[in-house]
Each structure stands twice: as C-alpha cells, then as structure tokens.
C-alpha cells in the first residue's frame, strides 16, 4: 500500500520560501515518477512539477520555473519541492502524487496515488 504524506506548508509573505515534503513508502518507486500538483479555491487542480525517481528527470509549470525545485532523496523515500519567490497566485492546496511510470510527461489522471495535502497561503 503506497502512501504519501505531505508537510512543510504554511502562512509565508510574498517573496518568501517554503520547503514541501512528500514522505513516500508502501514499496520501492525505482520505476516511478513522483510530482507536485496544486489546487487553488475554485480552480482544477494543476502540474507544478515531477520528478522521475531513478533518472532524477525534471519537469516544471511555466508558472514556476526559476523558483521552484523538486529533488528526491533516496534513504528517506522523500521528496522535496523548494518554494522560492513566493507569490500571492501561488497560493493553494498542494499535493505530492506518485504514478508508476518513469517519465515526467505523463497527464494527471495517471497518476494514481495522492497525499492528503498541505495549505500554502502566501500573503501579499
């Protein structure tokens, strides 16, 4: 059983960081593709970026790139997406998610494990 637990988020002011963590376990994810995605109030849930575990290949939202980074650490089985340049729109639900298919371009309904969550609010 995958699981995927994120944590990190919060109240910052614009131009400030975060650091998101998705905490993965239930198997090996040598095969998989593990990727951010947000949902603003109101809105479709949306790409930020992914990350294939072994190859380490990235992808990033236009809306992102320059300021955010995701990485991955093999001994813990976690993921990171650095937040930097905070801005009001960036504010949303974000949800770390794991597909098992080892490529960045894969759509949104394959993946098929989620988080619960984690509220960043960015004030202006």
């Known amino acids: 059983q995958v699981q995927l637990v994120e944590s990190g988020g919060g109240l910052v002011q614009a131009g400030g960081s975060l650091r998101l963590s998705c905490a993965a376990s239930g198997r090996t994810f040598s095969n998989y593709v593990m990727g951010w995605f947000r949902q603003a109030p109101g809105k479709e849930r949306e790409f930020v970026a992914a990350?294939?575990?072994?190859?380490?290949?990235?992808r990033y939202a236009d809306s992102v790139k320059g300021r955010f980074t995701i990485s991955r650490e093999f001994a813990s089985k976690t993921v990171y997406l650095q937040m930097n340049s905070l801005k009001a729109e960036d504010t949303a639900v974000y949800y770390c998610?794991?597909?098992?298919?080892?490529?960045?371009?894969?759509?949104?309904?394959?993946?098929?494990?989620w988080g619960q969550g984690t509220q960043v609010t960015v004030s202006s």
């Open positions: 998610a794991a597909a098992g298919y080892p490529t960045v371009t894969i759509p949104i309904k394959m993946y098929n494990y």
């Open positions: 990350i294939t575990w072994s190859g380490g290949i990235t």
